[in-house]
């Protein structure tokens, strides 16, 4: 859908912001909620969160816009380095744009992302989320990697193909309405038939 890098960095930017708030409730209430109640003895887990002094971030807690800040540089900065760009391209080595359907192209496209996305960002939460004050040790970091691919690939997979990407696209047309009409009415329009005398 986008057709230059401008579009390609809007399109990017809508998708980590869905994204970004999605993973950090999903990380803080789904995966992590029941344990924090527990630990604090808080009824809720915004209340647990509260009682701790925030999410630790490299051993150090920080508030919940704070996380969601910097998940979302990180998250920005990858997708427009690594996600956008090879998701693209391995699409393209299985199907050909001009070929296949549009739909069936996209799926290939938000799969790739995912497959691409899912595995870099748990790398990154590993580190970030990482129990400093026990010490470092690299297989617990490996082993904290796996474990959130584990949590994350379902959930990256069925929220982007069936929920955020299809938000995304339905956001983006309603911005660029005025290029994508005036790109479909060059698209339909009939070819000038040169006439030879």
Known sequence: MPRNQFQRMVFALITVVITVHAYVFFSLYVIHGNMFMQLTGEDSVLAAISKMGGIYVFGTPVPIWAVVI??????????????????????????????????????????????????????????????????????????????????????????????????????????????????KTVECAPEKQSVTV
């Open 70 to 183: 910097i998940e979302f540089i990180l998250a920005y900065f990858l997708e427009n380095i690594l996600g956008s760009p090879l998701s693209f391209r391995l699409a393209c080595k299985n199907f050909n744009p001009k070929e296949t359907h549009p739909v069936l192209f996209e799926t290939a496209i938000i799969c790739a992302t995912v497959g691409i996305m899912c595995p870099v960002m748990s790398f990154v939460a590993a580190f970030l989320y990482y129990n400093y004050q026990a010490g470092f040790n690299m297989w617990s970091i490996l082993a904290q990697w796996l474990k959130l691919m584990c949590y994350n690939f379902p959930f990256a997979f069925f929220t982007q193909l069936f929920f955020i990407q299809p938000t995304v696209r339905f956001m983006f047309k309603l911005i660029f309405a005025k290029d994508i009409n005036a790109r």
